[in-house]
Each structure stands twice: as C-alpha cells, then as structure tokens.
C-alpha cells in the first residue's frame, strides 16, 4: 500500500529579493511559499509519497496562492482549513560571499495562529496515513497551535502512526506566554523520532551536555519510547559555500554520513526540512545508514534549486547517494 | 518663502502582480509604497514644494526600505517615527479591459496603529508649514492614530496652518470599536477644505442628500469655518478606460473642470491623491478655476504612470491643463 | 451532486512572443498550455465542476510540466496517458493595432497523434459525468485520435451522458488521409449540442447556406437528436480591439446575447473555448438567455487575462453578466 | 535586377525606458538603435531590396554592436566606415495616455561626426544602386557630414541615381555655425524626391506659405528637376491614439492616401522613416496612388512593433493596404 | 587569402530554463540556437575566418528566426537550404552543484532530416574552401543525412580541402535502421582530422582498446590517410565546476594542453564544438602544441557565456593561452 | 558632533549587459550610477557620516536621475552643481571564468569636464567638514577639473580639514595637454592621507623603486606632511576569484590586513572606493590596525552586492571584521 504522510504547520509567504540586490533598494520580489514542515510535505510528495498538510490558510485569493502551490506539488487539501485572516509573510535577502543571507519576518496574527482542533476533519486527514510529523515551530506561535499539535500527535498515536518532531527552538517565537519548557515536553512524550541539535535539546528539553550525543542518551532514558535522534550539521564558510553532515543516533548506534562539500548554493533555506523528509523517507524504506545517506543527499540537492521546498525526485536523491550523475549533463 | 506641507497618514506596501497576471497564479511581484495622504505629500514635494510626512515605520529594513522611497520622492524625514512592529501590505491585481482590479489588504496591526501623540516632534514637523492634510483613513484604523489625528489638527489650528481633509470612508476599515460618526465630526470642526462624495459626507458625517451640492451646503451649516469642498467624478467604462471631472464648491459657487477621456490606463491607483496634491497646489497659487482644472489634470497624469504616487512636475500638469504636449514627442 | 464533464483533446506547448517583438526577432518565450477541448475542461473546473481530460502526454519532463499545468488548474488525471513521444508545440505572435497575430505550429507527429483507445481507462474516466466534450480538431489528426473520438462519443452515449462538439474545421490538419466528410458526420450522429459556424457546418457535414440558421435547419432535419446550435461572431476591428456577440439556436429559437466591445485585448487564444465552457455551465444550470449571456461574457473575460485557459470564476462571470464591477476597483 | 538602395546617416544608440517607468526613476533600459536614414533602408532590406548605409561607427564593441545590428537587418557594411569615437545616444521616456513622450540626446562629438568623404570607398557603395536618399539631420550635425551628405548627391547623381531627402528641419542641431539655409539648398538642388512639411520647406528653403501644396509649387519653380513632394499628416490626440495620412505631389496632382486611427500605439519613433522606405519602394515599384497608400500603411505597422525600425516584409504591408488580415489570427 | 571553413549540420532551437528552475516548473525560456557543426561555423567566423554553413530550415518563421541567428554570427548563407517541414528543439535544464544538467531532445521528423544532396548548391557552399567539417551526428538522424555527408565529404576531397569529422557517438540518434558501423567507416575513409574518445572509436568503427592512443595507432593503421586525432578530457567535479585538458595525437606524437580549472560554468554546452573550432584554427595558423593549447583555451572561453556558440575572437582565445587577463578589468 | 566628508569628483552612468552576455550582442542594461569619489561619499553616509559631493550634472532628465541617486544613497546635494551638457557613461561587460571584464568609457566632453571654481558654493560645503577626499582621476579630465581640485585642497587646508588622494593614474584619461607629473605634486602637497601602488607613485609623483614601502620613504621626505599611505592587494586568479588584502603604512610602520579570500564575486566595480571609504571611516574612529582591517573587509562586502557603490553599514563590516555571521542565515 501507498505510504502516506501526514504533516501540520504553517506555511508563509516568501518574498525574496531578486539579483542580488539588498532588501532596502529592491524593486521587485520573487514569490515562493514554505514552512518547515510543509516542506517536508511537499518533498515527501515528490518522492511519490501520498502527502496531506494540516494548516490554515486565508479565505482570500493569497490563501488561493498558497492552496494552489500545495496542489501544485502533490499535498492533497484534505488538512487545508480556510479562516479570515492573514497570511504570515517573510522577506528573505539572499547572501553572497561573505555577506550572510536575512530574513525579515513579518509572521504574527495570521489565519494558522487561529486554527483550533475542531477546524480539522481528523478522520479524513488521518486515513491511512503511516507518519505524522510536525516542528517547534507550531507550538511556538499561539496556545491553539500548540494545542492542534498536541491533538494532533495524540491522534496519530491512537491510530499506531509513526511520528517525529523537529523540535527547533526559535528564539523569536514564544511570544504568546509559554515557554518551550512548558510544552514541548509533552509533545517529546509521543514522538518517535526527534531531530534536533544541543542547543534545541536544552531549550526545549531542558536537557544539557557540551556532547550532542550524551545528551541523545540523556533524553533517551527520560523518554524511553523515542526510536532515534538524528541532526545534522553545517559547516558555513560563506553564503555560496557549506560542508553539510548528518548523523543518526539509534539503537546507541551513530550513523554519519558522507560529508558533502557545497559550492555555489544557489538557495539554502529548507535544507534542513529537505533532510527531514529524506529521513523520514529513509526511514520508512530504507537500512538505518543508508536512511541518513538519502536524508544528506536530499538536503544537498535541495540547495541546487530555488524555493524552500526540496523539487527532487527519490531517483535523482539516489543517483547522488550512489554517486552517479554528479557534473554530468543527461541526455 | 517656499511652500510647505505636512501629510499625516500610514504607508502601506504595494505588491502588484505583473504582465497581466491573476493574483493567485503569480510567480512575482512588483514593489512599490504608497498610502492616501503620503501619496499627496510626495506629489507636493514633485511640484516643488517643501514637504514632511507624519508616520510610523518598523525599524526594520523592510521600514528602512519605505524610508528611501519618501526620501527619494522628496519627503523630508522630520516627521518619521521608528518603532518595532510591522508595515502594512496591499496586494495589488490590476485588471484589464471587462475585468475589474482587486486589491487584497493585509494592514491590520501594523506599527502605524501603534504611533502616538507623544511620538511625533510636532514642532520640528510643523517649523514653516503651511498646509496641513490627512485623510478619513488614518482614524478608522486604531484609536491612537485617531487621536494623533486630532492632536495634529489642533496643533495646526494653534500655528495658523491651512488644513484639508479627505474624508472618504472605508467601509472596511473602522474595525477598532469607534464608528466614523464618534469622530469624524470633530475632525471636520478644524479642517477648512473638505474632499469627499456623497456616500462620505453621509457616512461620515450623517448628513444625506442625494444631491451632493446641496449635502455641501448642510455641512457648511453645520460647520460655517469650512471653506471649500471638492471631489472627482469619475465614470469607470472599464478598467483601461474612464472619464475624469472634477468640481470645486466655493462660496455656493461651484467650479468644474474640463472632462478627460482617459484610455489605455496604465494605474488608477491614486488618483484621487494626486487631485488632492493639484487642489493644494491649486488653492495656494492659482484661482478657483485653475485650480480645479490643475487639479483634474493632475490626476490625469497620474494615471499615466505605475505607482501610487503622482510623478509629475507642475510644469508637467500646467501643460497639461494648457492643452500642450498631448500626443507629442518632446525633444 | 456535483456535475462532471470530461474532455478528449491534444494539448499544446504554447511559446508567446513577450514584449511586442516579432518571432524572428525574438530572445524568449513565455510558456503556457492549451487545447481546444483541455480549455473547455479548466475553464469548467474554475467553475467548480469536476473535470477529467482524456489525452496523452510524453513520458518526459515535457509531459511531467503538462500534467502539472492540468492539475493545477483543477483538471484530475484519470484520463491522461503517457507515453513515449513528443509534445505538439505552437508559437505565439501576438499582434497589436493593424498587425495581426501570427501562430506558427509544430503539431505534427505527437504524442496524442499515437492515442490508442486501449490506452484508456473509460471505466474511471467516465465515473460520475454528466457532459461530454470533444472538438472536430482530434479527428484532424489522425486515424487513431478520431478512432478516440468516435469510441469515446459511443461510450459517453452508452453511459447517457450529454454530448457536445465544437466542429470546428481546420484546413490545416487533415493530413493523415481521410476529409471532415469522411469523419464529422458519424461524430455528430452522437452529438447533442453543435457549436460550429457556416464554414464548419459546410466543410465537416457537407451542409451550406449562406444562411447559419438555415444551415443549422437543414442539420437538423439530417440529424434530429441535436438538441442545439451556437456558436459566437467576432468582429475584429484590429488585434486589440473587436466586437463580441453569441448565438444559441434551440428548437427553432434564436437566444442572441448582449454585444460587448472589447478594447485593449490581452489575449484573445482560447476565446472560442471559454465561449464553450461557459455554454455547458449554462446549459446545465442556467435558462436558454441566460445560458448564452453567462458563455459570451465568460469569453470576454478570457480576452483579458495571458494563455488559452479562462481563470474566472463563474462568480465573476456572473457579475459580468449583471453588469457589475466593470471598471471598478474590488478592495 | 534587384534594387539598391544606399542611405548616409548618423546611427545613434537607443536606451528607453521599460514598463512606463519615467526616465528619473528608472533601473534598467532596453537597447536599439535608430537613425532617420539607416531605419529607412533597414526597412528597404525588410522589403527585400538590397541595402548599403553609409556612416561611421566607433572601433569599440559598442560599434560592433551597431554593426551587428545593421547586418542581422539585412543592410551590408560596404558603407560603415570604423574609426576611434564615440557613439551617439537617445534616451527615450515613451509617453501613455495625456502624457508626452520624451527624448533626452546625448549626441554631439560622435564618430559619424568625424566622417570624411575621403573615409569612404564610394564605387563600392554605389555599385549597382538605384536610389540614394539622406535627410536634413545629417548636414545640421557638423560640416564634415555636410560635405560627405553634397558630396554622396554629387557622386549619386554622376551615376544616374535617383536622390531623395527627408528634409526635416531639426532645430536643436545645427550647432556648428551653419544654418540649414547655407547647406539645404545646394543639397536640394540634388534632389529629386522632396519630403518634407511646411515648417521644413521654410526654414531649410526659406519659402513659406500657409498652404503646403502652394510651397511646394514654389520651390518646383526654383528647383524644376524636383519630380515629387511627400509627407505624412499626422493626428495625435494622445501618446498612444494617432491618426495618419499621407500625401503625395507630383505633377501638379496631389494623392492622398486613406485615414488610419491608431489606437494602443506601441511606439511610434521611426514613423516617418517607415514612410520614406514605403514611399521609396512604392515609387519604384507601384503608380502614385498605390505608392502612397504603401507607404502610409508601411508607417502604420510600424507603429506597431517596438524599435526605431519597421520590421514589416512588403507582403505584409501590402495585406494591410489591402485591408486583409487586420484583426486577424493567422495560422 | 582569407581561410574558409564549410560546416554540415542540423541547427536546434534551445529553449534553456532560466534562474536555476525545473524544466517541470518553468513560466518562460530563454532562446538561443546550437548544432555541433553549426557551433564549429560560427566559432571560426568569430575568428575571422569565413563560414558557410550546410543545413535546412524551415520555410516559416522559425526558420526564419535560425537564418537570423546564422546571419548574426558571421555564417554566410549559401548552404542554407529552405523546405517545408519542423526545426528540431531541444530542452535544457542547466544544473547546479550536484545536481546534473539535463536536456530533453524533441528532435525526429525535422526538415534537416529531408535534406537532400540535390537541394544545396555545391559548387557555391565550396568556393574557395579550405576545410570542411561534419561530426557523427548527422549520419545517425537519417539516411537522406548520411548519404548528404558522404556526398559532401567527396566533394571536399576531390576539391583538395581538408577535411575533419567529430565521430562522437549518440546513443539516442541512429533510429533509422542503420547502425553507425554501416556508415562511419566510409566516411572516416574521407577524413583527415578525427576528434573522438574511446567510446566512439568503438561504436563507429568498432576498434576497442582500453587505451586512448593504443586505439589511435589502430584506426591509423586501418586509414593510413588520417593525418590527426584530438579529444579533451573533461574532469567534472559539480554542474559548475570542471577541469579541462585537450590531447592531440599526430605522427605517433602527443601534444597534451595545460589543465584549466573551471569554476563557476556559465554555460557547457558546446564546450567541445569550441574546442573543434579553436583546434581547425591552430592546424590551419600553428604549430601543433600551440594549437591545441589554443583549442582548449578557445573551450574554457565557451563556458563562460550563454548560448551553444563561442563568441570570443581570436585575440581573447590568445591571450587566455598566453595567461593574460584572466581576473583582470580591461579598460 | 557628526563626522561630515566632503568628496570631488565625476559621477557616471554605468550601463551592465545582463545575464553573462557579451555587449556586442545585448538587448539592455541594467543602470546604476558612480565615480571613484562619489563612490568613497555615498559609502561613507551608509556609514552614518555627513557627506557632501561637489559635482556637475547636466540640467536634463539624466542629470535629475543621478540627482535622485545620490539623494537616495544619503549624499546631500549642497555640491551638486546643475549645467548644460552630458553625463559621462561607461558600458560594462561583466567577466566570468577566465573571461576577463570589460569597461568601454564614453567620458569625454561631460559637464562635470566644465565644472568651474565659481559654480561650488565652497561655504555651504565645506561648513563642518572634517574630511576632503578626491582622486586623480579629475584632475586627469580636464584643466577646469584639476584647477577645481586645487583650489578645494586649499580650501580645506584653509579650514583645518584632513585630505586624501587616491592617487590612481589612468592612462586613458589625461589627453588635455597636461601630465600627471605637471598637475599630481601640487596636490600631494596638500594632501594628508595618500592611497596609490608603486605605478601610481611613480606616474603621478615620479618617484619610482621597486618595493612600495622604500616608494612611500622617498615620497615622505619630498612631502613631509603626508602622515599615511595606503593601498590594496588584489590577486585576482579569475573574474569570480580574488584574493583582497590591504596596506597602510604610517610613521614607518606597516600595517597588514588579514587576507580575504573572494569566491563567487558578485561585482568588482568600486571594490577600491570601499576601501577608501572604509578606510577614512577607520582613521577617524579607530586606531591603525583596526582601521586597515575595517576598510579590507569593507572592500570585500563591496563585491557581494552588484554596483559601485558599498551598501554595507557600518555594523556589518565590523561584523565581518570580528569574524561574526559569515555564512549564516540571520533572522
């Protein structure tokens, strides 16, 4: 059978300043859309997995954009729930060199903040589904999204759904009087797999070690049920060029991948949502090093295009795994 | 001694969907800046005149960019408040030929909504004005900006400064709890020039008549300090192509311009403001029929160019007025 | 329950000429889609009815971009095949003041030209429908296309669907063999409503009169099941400017819709099709006048937006209709 | 035998500015070239004669760009002489609706400047020629071109060829000490075509009357070898919507050609040049009536297409003399 | 006396996707032309040699568009052969970083594949010709093609021109029945310089060794006659970073180039037909190391512009071979 | 109190080809604005200093839009002096690879060549000045340029202000009659802070050795009031790639920057104006080292961003300075 994901989250607006022109002078925007875990929706739906989104979008014809873009790359509406409201909105200057990339956001008081429990049709969204995943984010923006989140894992969770958790911390966000201390724990307790660095681990966990795996270890026996930790880890020398890593912590096993070396980045935003959905695809088909190997090479691939969303098909992230097709021109 | 003017209003950011576009299949935008009173404050500052802009603008560089645009388009910044927060936005879909344009507003809780009295530098700003204007939009989005509005009114009215209003009413707007009629009459009790139709000078100040000279003379009654009302009279045939009147009510005299035939429209989007911007000028320098008829010609031109805010020099809509250049190549 | 039509037809790779310049001249080319009969099926599905397209696309990226543009715009995939081939191609001109425009096509030897009626899932396709599309341009093509065409007529006649054909002639075509007269007449035996004017009722069944009601008598004196005629007069003044009107011959009555005036043509591809979309919405859920009012509008507003497709909604050809929101400016 | 034409003038660099931005705000332009005398017989080349023009071009790759320019329009480079300089250049603000056009020259101290009959191989350029033709602009930009401009009639004229001079006065140049009724009448005594309005044949001739046929008899009377008089009526009422005649004297006859209304006007710089290549190619090819209907309707595709130069083959025009294809999609 | 070079071959219009996009996402393409052979031409005119190109287009306005682009680039059009029928296409998705480059070939039933021998004019396309150039690409569209470059071959030789052929091999192509064993030998049989690597020396003439130049000595002592064989070597690391090296093997003696690193690629299409056109011209000016040090060179200068053609002169291929001005600003 | 400086010099259009394309081939430019001192003057208000620039434009539409360029980039027009006559232009082809840029000048017989001693309003714009830099590059126009240089040196030595040169030597300018050993002494004599490599010395001071910093000894002891020179390091190994490292040299001590490695340039042009700006900057607000170290890394933000002027503020280069955000994503 078909395997099925299901992801909740907002999705934004991205503005991004075209030719490397500097935000304040700019004349004109490309427009694309993305949220983290959208992102992993869509490329998930690319690798030809059925795809459903848990959000909310406006009524108006912004929100008509973004239900469009959705369709576009495969997620079905099924989770879409259209309110009055706003469209959160984030202007990106894309770097150069050594002039590092910002982003402005323009995120609060959207439609998605809005978005309750009973919006959702659970039933429809949930058919068949195998894996449901969310982020930090969600919970970070209002009481009502981190309710959704907590209902919705507790959903997934009856229906014996696999589920993981980015559980990135965003220092901007928690803005509403909860502290990710308050409510991330309780979203930890029914997750399987978390992704997530020292820093995430600490603030949102409360747990602390300079050893990112100590730490893997010490959430492990506080939460015995989740299955792995994964991350993975960045090496920034300028905007146009990273190394990239990841690891997989399962089983007290560390699985590292091959590190690539990335030149000429031509858009790097969603190279972490690009890794999580080739994990989760990895996950579901794949051995736990090979699993990682597809996640790196997902990510990699998703810094050659442009948009938040990884456009790769589960061949092309293979053909990179294996090693084939890298400089060469397909006829 | 040169002219000088101070506009008070929000500046909103346009987003306009190109090359005939539909707004929720476009991959782009155009951007530019604009909001009803600025758009008069910058058309001044084309004819020539000094000019300053009372707003509140994020301190982002998303506040840094509208912050250039006013500087660019000659607006001083003596009347610019910083603070955090966020500008509001307007998504702009022109239309063409039977198909109507639409606008999508995202302007709720912006930073302007945020300015208060005590924000603003009230003497630097008014140093040497002359004129003062705003528009009914400024108190129909917070209670602050509504206070702000009157306090700016006094403070006019305490310096001997001219003062105009541009009472339209948009039904949309008012959303804060106060409905026009709370505050628009004590607005109008210290504003000499009144802009606005019939369905404003109803809804704004409940006086009603379906003749709209006849409504003048009401207000007037009413408020015996106002010194002339004026308003366009456009008829739309389709999106490219309008007629434009204008009239001017003065001492029970009425004055009316020459009727343009506008075709092949390039953006109407401020149209209304560039008449503002051509009856001040008008009012300051001109007599009552050439007033009117800079005024209508101002506006004209407007529609001739992209953009919100009206380009042209007075020599330009003297030209115009005169009957001079249409159609020609000037080299 | 919701209605359903589903559509046969080849679709075209469209390549426009942007900014004025000639073909010869030029350095890009917009993209877009379009089919007589997949034209029919989007503007349907902007109407909100449910809509599947019976064609076939090449197993490439070229078909993948195809099939992304069908479901984007609300057409489902149940009727589209793929397979190994090429996509037919035509490029745009477009013309402006007394220059015409010019179409340049590379549609032979595609993809579509090899349709096998084995290819397609009639079961699934025909699920649910309630109307039947064809054009006289897929059996134009090939043997194979109008051995589709007749095997789907038969099909959706089994199935007691409504039928409609646009027998439009196309000098053109007709190149594998066989004339309109060899082909037309069998289709139309399973037609129930005809769109076609003097010349296409001429060439494809054989039938003249200088007269189109007349000839559309004498058709259905030979094939009395037709239900009824339409078809749309164009009078083109120039490349941006013609006059538009619409026929609905039913039972001996002649329904003639308002004459709109179009100015500032955007686009006029695709017009005739919107014109027959908007028949069948009208035929199915309107009365005889207003039918023929809701489809003659629909088209004018296909004038005014880029590519083959209409993109409005039957709200906003209603308004049309109504007489509203021309001119205006929607906030 | 094909036709030859050979034309002389200056070649200027074009930078307009796109998308009905004004020149002051601008960020980008679009690139052409132009010149009254290379756009004639760049259209002669389109209308299948052959082509020479003689001027002198930069040696940097701005030259070379021009060069390329002028060979992918079909006019040889027997006449383009290289030699250190620089190129002239217009700016060009394309007008809409009331506003004017605007063009803003950066023109003197050019290459073509410094051109010396001594720089050019006149046999080569002569060669097999049927017509030559030059305008008043070349003589008013400095007396080297003055001399090459008496010069090329003399050597024309020893060859039997036939001579025409768009006389068009142009009150800006001139700036070099001579005034055009030094150098225009010994040019004219050259000529055999005249083309030129009233305020031409006064300032450049010095003979002035009210009505142009009776100037035009005039200065038959002083240069009897004159065979015909030319020019176009032109009727702006705005920046895009002209109308445009033509007329044409010869032998005391005068022909008018038909009235065409212009609407949406694409751009309108080389109108008159059109002409001339019409008239030209209609003079050599067609009786009088015929003849200026060609060339009107040749000005009027121009208008139509984008660039200084008409881009029209003579099949075209003559389809639109004819009244065929106008409104028309051919396929 | 001037060098001329005659080239035979199909020319394609490449329709690129531009800003690093999916060829399934695309909104528009960018239009350049290109053809191995025709690459080689117009190379060599932008060195100064003389050009004629062999090939058939199209008698509508494609072809029209490929005379243009021929006529731009310095090839004259004497082998240019007008029919009826389509002009091949192909598709490219440029990659970036891992991600490959991809091109999707609509390529079959073309007018070049009708080309006859009885349609060129041999006599014209020969006069005065120095080399002549075919590649293996032609032989394997069709038999009409393969019989056109046999013909042309023994034209050249039995007018004493030197003769090279690029035998590379496409695996995609040879769909006529015709395997290019029964075809290259006897074309080799008619060549002097032979370009090729390892694979195509075994796919066309079926010698196979594991060793480049043990290969070479094979095929020579099978065709005495041939006078040189050259391939590069393409290292490529990413899509935008290659290193690059060129051997050419004459009189059992190696002349190997400097090594280029290339980062950044703008553009590698067409980087060998650059290589092809840089090594006619050392052979025909230099001695054998400069002229393959000059035809690598000639290839790095193509990767870093757009479009399938060379645009460099000679004197910038020269000063790259010489290391001047790399990185430099030349003023 | 503010630092105010206070910058002399040309200021000319920049027309870039677009898009990797050769200027013999382009069809538009992007447009943006510089000149080596107005470069310094608009880098240094983005640094938060008061910044006047003495100018001349022309009194047309371009002179307003260079007008609006410095306007907007935060340079008061207090020294902009308004006349008859042209901007200069220069045409850049941007390099890529080892295609090496290309700048064609059209700079001869500008305004800013008439600029007269009479035309500046030397109170207005030197009052509260601290600083006055130029470069020899005016004095190298023309007579009237240089004697203005003079006459501004003496002027700010008149009123206490410190002065730099940049000393740079162009051979292609100079063609008035003088030679930099004629005109560069006399201003050296009045300049405090020099900025020049060994050629410029030698050209412009005719002191010539070997080793710069011997060059700088000698040049001291003719001028000993001189207190710093200073100059860049470029190793340029391609268009894309260079190293940046800087110099400054004061009271016999050397100070060296770090090294910056540039990949992926984003534009050159003004890399050295950045660094004067930068520099100046770092005298009047830090001590040595950290003022050579705060203009390199100036310098090299300079070529992130596309055109001559640097963008950066003042935080941002001392971000890089310290090592912080390279390569990251700031939110």
Redesign the interface.
């Given at each position: 059978m078909a395997q099925k994901v299901v992801t909740l989250g907002e999705v934004l607006m991205r503005?991004t300043v075209?030719?490397?022109?500097?935000?304040?002078?700019?004349?004109?925007?490309?427009?694309?859309f993305g949220g983290s875990e959208a992102n992993v929706g869509v490329s998930l739906a690319h690798f030809g997995l059925k795809s459903s989104h848990i959000t909310a979008l406006p009524t108006?014809?912004?929100g008509?954009?973004v239900a469009?873009f959705l369709?576009?790359n495969g997620v079905n509406s099924k989770g879409i729930v259209r309110k009055d409201g706003?469209?959160g909105?984030y202007?990106l200057?894309a770097?150069?060199?050594?002039?590092?990339?910002?982003?402005?956001?323009?995120r609060?008081?959207t439609t998605f903040g809005d978005l309750k429990v009973a919006d959702v049709n659970w039933d429809a969204v949930f058919k068949d589904a195998n894996w449901f995943h969310y982020s930090g984010i969600t919970p970070a923006i209002s009481q009502s999204a981190a309710d959704v989140t907590l209902y919705a894992l507790k959903e997934a969770r009856k229906r014996g759904i696999t589920t993981s958790g980015d559980i990135n911390y965003?220092r901007?966000l928690w803005q509403y009087g909860k502290q990710p201390l308050d409510i991330m724990p309780s979203l930890v307790e029914l997750t399987d797999i978390v992704i997530g660095g020292r820093v995430d681990l600490e603030n949102c966990l409360g747990i602390k070690d300079e050893n990112w795996e100590v730490n893997c270890d010490m959430v492990k026996k506080k939460y015995p049920h989740i299955k792995a930790f994964s991350k993975t880890i960045r090496n920034?020398?300028?905007?146009?060029?990273?190394e990239l890593t990841a690891v997989l912590y399962v089983d007290n096993k560390l699985f590292t991948s091959k590190t690539?070396e990335?030149?000429?980045?031509?858009?790097?935003?969603g190279g972490g949502d690009a890794f999580m959905a080739g994990l989760i695809y990895g996950l579901l088909n794949l051995n736990h090093q090979d699993a990682v190997e597809f996640a790196v090479?997902a990510s990699?691939?998703k810094?050659?295009?442009?948009g938040d969303v990884n456009?790769?098909s589960k061949e092309?992230v293979q053909e990179?795994v294996n090693g084939n097709?890298?400089?060469?021109?397909?006829?």
């Open positions: 503005l075209p030719n490397n022109k500097r935000l304040f002078q700019t004349v004109n925007f490309d427009v694309t108006n014809e912004i008509e954009r469009r369709k576009l706003r469209l909105i202007f200057e770097g150069a060199m050594q002039r590092p990339s910002r982003i402005v956001y323009d609060f008081n965003r901007n920034a020398m300028t905007a146009s060029r990273n690539y990335m030149k000429n980045i031509v858009d790097r935003i090479a990699v691939l810094h050659s295009t442009i456009l790769s092309e990179l097709n890298v400089g060469r021109l397909l006829r």
